[in-house]
């Protein structure tokens, strides 16, 4: 690749901003434009969601930008979540863009709340790119863990994994979070037998715990060509961005695919970030994996091929996960105990890794994963880069 990430922004993680997506998206970008060490005018490309509701025409007013000569959006957001750091890659490559901001604005929890039933009267969702919820609303698995639960249970019925081994994955997470001042749960740790006593959402699979925080606040990135990274105070460059959308996956389920205890979008990213590069699996020093419902946490695991299909449970177990384990994972306390910025917020945690400026910093970290179901990064030091 010759694009690198040259700055990072965000709001804080709140419960209530008080203020609208398109404000939450002005300030994120302006920090991150900041932290770069440029100007709202040199902004040229803009990349988000086709969920994000901020208006481009109003943002870009807002910000100041002079000329956009690239805009985009990544369908949904959620497993697509790095598909933002491939589209601005791809304006970069062609000319199209100079420096490229890539944002996600959100009030998932004093807004529309993400976790709650929703149900519409037409069977597709253009803006979304589900189209499984036709069959399943009837049923009434009409919220996001509902949905998952399905997958979660045939992994579970698979692997023989229970929620007690989700719950060590949480704890883990917890960890992470109770040192991070930016996360939802900060100085809030939790053991394994208060993960056990949390509520059922969807018995056997999910419980309170094991759900990401709805948020609301805004996570944004400058991504510009390798060859200008240099001239900015910290670039991290993005030595490989990939997407592997599969027959008959979409986006909300994945229920039309043959085997819901596979992931298999992820088997298919990892052939392209890992098999297709030459980066191995053991380069990397710190992964950031989404996080949405612990159980997927597991799942991309195998399917990205840090242990084999049914062995994530002694994985986590083994404490790969934490600060001395051969993967330390989410050390932002992850979408389950910083905030849920829709994955992008992951993203930021990586470039502070290869940075050094971590909260839960993880020694020498030089290559840092970033991934979301079908989409990822991988992520480098400059001096690691070839």
């Known amino acids: 690749m010759t694009a690198a990430i040259v700055g990072i922004g965000q709001t804080e993680y709140s419960k209530s901003a008080g203020r609208s997506e398109t404000l939450l998206a002005g300030e994120a970008i302006l920090a991150a434009v900041a932290d770069a060490g440029l100007k709202p005018e040199q902004v040229d490309g803009i990349v ?28 949904y957001g959620g497993g697509g979540s790095q598909g933002v750091l491939l589209h601005a890659a791809a304006a970069l490559a062609v000319g199209a863009a100079d420096v490229v901001v890539a944002y996600r604005a959100i009030k998932a929890r004093s807004g529309s709340r993400f976790g709650a039933a929703q149900l519409s009267g037409r069977p597709t969702s253009a803006h979304s790119g589900s189209t499984a919820m036709q069959w399943s609303n009837p049923f009434g698995v009409i919220t996001p863990a509902s949905w998952m639960s399905l997958n979660a249970v045939r992994y579970m019925h698979a692997s023989g994994a229970t929620n007690e081994d989700f719950g060590r994955a949480v704890v883990q997470l917890r960890a992470y979070a109770a040192t991070n001042p930016a996360a939802h749960f900060y100085g809030r740790p939790i053991t394994l037998e208060d993960h056990q006593a949390s509520r059922w959402i969807a ?12 948020t609301d606040g805004a996570a944004a990135l400058v991504i510009t060509r390798a ?27 994945n229920h039309y695919r043959p085997d819901l205890a596979v992931m298999d979008g992820s088997v298919a990213l990892a052939k392209r970030l890992f098999d297709a590069t030459g980066i191995a699996r053991d380069d ?6 989404y996080d949405a419902f612990s159980p997927i946490l597991l ?31 989410n050390t932002n306390g992850g979408l389950i105990g910083e905030g849920y ?22 020694p020498d970290a030089w290559t840092a994963l970033v991934t979301a179901s079908r989409t990822g990064v991988v992520l480098q030091h400059p001096d690691a880069a070839p």
């Open 299 to 329: 799942m991309q695991l195998e399917a990205l091929g840090f242990c084999g299909f049914g062995e994530a449970k002694d994985f986590v177990a083994d404490g790969h996960l934490g600060p001395e384990g051969s993967l330390p994972c």
């Open 341 to 362: 910025i829709h994955g992008l917020n992951l993203t930021l945690e990586a470039v502070r890794q290869l940075r050094g400026t971590a909260v839960n910093q993880v």
């Open 227 to 253: 060859d200008r990274a240099g001239d900015t105070p910290a670039p991290v460059a993005i030595a490989a961005a990939a997407g592997a959308g599969l027959f008959e996956e979409e986006i909300g389920s």
């Open 48 to 75: 988000s969601y086709t969920i994000d509701p901020v208006e481009e025409t109003e943002l870009v007013r807002a910000l100041g930008a002079r000329e956009i000569g690239w805009s985009s959006r990544v369908p």
């Open 203 to 214: 018995e056997p699979a999910i419980r309170l715990f094991d759900c990401c925080q709805e």
């Open 284 to 289: 990397v020093d710190v992964a950031l994996v």
